[in-house]
């Protein structure tokens, strides 16, 4: 148990469908974030929130939306994928800013997303 | 901005010998150090972290890593591995200063013969 629970832990979605990815942190940080995860590359920084503001987009496709309606959850939405975003999707969270836990990340269990 | 290497992309060792995982990380001024381990299909887990004071530091499962700032860098060892202990292993460094976000080294896929 690592403070940040995902949900679904798996997910096949087809092309054309619409679905959500849920991330709840239980830690009391203020910052959120969401990675991606594939074979055979590094990890990819896609966006983060402090303070429920989004502060980083790193060139992600506008098919995929993210939402973090408090400092405790997050969500990403997906709409029209591609095979290739099959990933492995990590939400974390940090409390940004503190000295004292120096800024230290804490990820979920990650939820595997099949496009097919 | 920070940056780190991890410049073993697979590590092969046999149960009950030592590990020495490698880290080198580029940053300025005293940084922010952690080590993540991730088993197939699970997110990452916290092994350990520095921030300042000792620089040999304890973490979980029997690990520890030792920051050296002439050598920029922050290894982890543990003593005996266990069949257990086969997974990705994450170095990151984050800035003690200006942006809050660790940056990820590539892993080090550590592999445990019998």
């Known amino acids: 148990e690592t403070g940040v629970t995902q949900t679904p832990r798996h997910l096949v979605m087809g092309m054309t469908n619409k679905k959500s990815l849920k991330c709840e942190q239980h830690?009391?940080?203020?910052?959120m974030y969401w990675y991606k995860q594939s074979a055979k590359k590094p990890l990819e920084l896609m966006f983060v929130?402090?303070?429920?503001?989004?502060?980083e987009n790193n060139s992600v496709p506008s098919r995929f939306s993210p939402e973090c309606p408090n400092s405790s959850h997050l969500f990403l939405h997906l709409h029209t994928l591609q095979p290739e975003d099959s990933a492995l999707y990590l939400c974390?969270?940090?409390?940004?800013?503190?000295?004292?836990?120096?800024?230290?990340?804490?990820f979920g269990e990650g939820s595997w997303l099949t496009v097919v | 901005a920070q940056s780190v290497t991890q410049p073993d992309i697979h590590i092969t060792v046999s149960e009950g010998a030592s590990l020495e995982l490698r880290c080198n990380y580029s940053?300025?001024?005293?940084?922010?150090l952690f080590w993540y381990v991730q088993s197939p299909g699970q997110g990452l887990q916290l092994l350990l972290k520095?921030?300042?004071?000792?620089?040999l530091v304890q973490g979980i499962k029997g690990f520890e890593a030792e920051f050296k700032r002439s050598q920029s860098s922050f290894n982890l060892r543990k003593p005996s591995v266990h069949w257990s202990d086969a997974a990705e292993y994450f170095c990151?460094?984050?800035?003690?200063?200006?942006?809050?976000?660790?940056?990820f080294g590539r892993g080090t896929s550590l592999i445990v013969h019998p």
């Open positions: 830690l009391g940080h203020n910052a």
């Open positions: 990151a460094v984050g800035a003690s200063g200006g942006s809050y976000i660790p940056t």
């Open positions: 974390a969270s940090s409390q940004a800013g503190s000295s004292l836990s120096g800024n230290t990340i804490y």
């Open positions: 940053y300025g001024a005293t940084p922010y």
């Open positions: 520095y921030f300042s004071g000792d620089t």
């Open positions: 929130y402090n303070f429920k503001e989004q502060t």
